[in-house]
């Protein structure tokens, strides 16, 4: 069974940036396509991007565009998160989640998610 | 952009049926998926495409989705079935597009 394991909490300046990043195990890495979402306290769900872990093309939401960049490391089997210009929006608990495949079919849903990453932006 | 609402809380008692509803602008030409989150746990698919359950997810669980109103039905629902649920719906604009969320809890 694949797992997504995330780094630990974080703690940033308004301006910084955060790099966090998803490790995979337990299944061929670029099976799936990896995203990013994160949740706010009190909020939706809100998704950012995500990458082919094949061949590291990548997409993202119109609202993070020019901040956020996701990488991968087939290697090291784990996906990355940047995000620059961190303002207190930015609070949030941030998740890496696979896409659902199932039977040779992929679909526009996440089936195995990290554990959430906290970050907390605050002067 | 697209939005998906549900209503705040739901509740329900031991061995009844739940219904979650989620409402978005014509719905039922996209796909809804469903997620059950824990406190302090991580989000679970329970249902993708409208009605479909991924391996392990317990038959009491399923979805409908027409005209503009997609719903998550849990019946017989167990104490273990109290959670926050929220839809999630694929748009061409604005791609991933998740719900408000509903408390679900169980009396």
């Known amino acids: 069974q694949v797992q997504l394991v995330q780094s630990g909490a974080e703690v940033k300046k308004p301006g910084a940036s955060m790099n966090l990043s998803c490790k995979a195990s337990g299944d061929t890495f670029t099976y799936s396509s990896i995203h990013w979402l994160r949740q706010a306290p009190g909020q939706r769900l809100e998704w950012m991007g995500w990458?082919?872990?094949?061949?590291?093309?990548?997409k993202y939401s119109q609202k993070f565009h020019g901040r956020v960049t996701i990488t991968r490391d087939t290697s090291a089997t784990t996906a990355y998160m940047d995000l620059s210009s961190l303002r207190s929006e930015d609070t949030a608990v941030y998740y890496c989640?696979?896409?659902?495949?199932?039977?040779?079919?992929?679909?526009?849903?996440?089936?195995?998610w990290g554990q959430g990453t906290m970050v907390a932006v605050s002067s | 952009s697209y939005e998906l609402t549900q209503p705040p809380s739901v509740s329900v008692s031991p061995g009844q049926t739940a219904s979650i509803t989620c409402s978005g602008d014509k719905l039922g030409d996209k796909y809804a998926y469903w997620y059950q989150q824990k406190p302090g746990q991580s989000p679970v698919l329970v249902i993708y495409?409208?009605?479909k359950r991924p391996s392990g997810i317990p038959e009491r669980f399923s979805g409908s989705n027409s005209g503009n109103t997609a719903t998550l039905t849990i019946s017989g629902t167990q104490a273990m079935d109290e959670a926050d649920y929220f839809c999630q719906a694929w748009d061409s604009s604005a791609l991933y597009v998740f719900g408000t969320g509903t408390k679900v809890t169980v009396l």
């Open positions: 989640a696979r896409q659902y495949c199932s039977g040779g079919s992929c679909y526009n849903a996440f089936d195995i």
């Open positions: 495409q409208d009605s």
């Open positions: 990458i082919n872990t094949a061949n590291a093309n990548t």
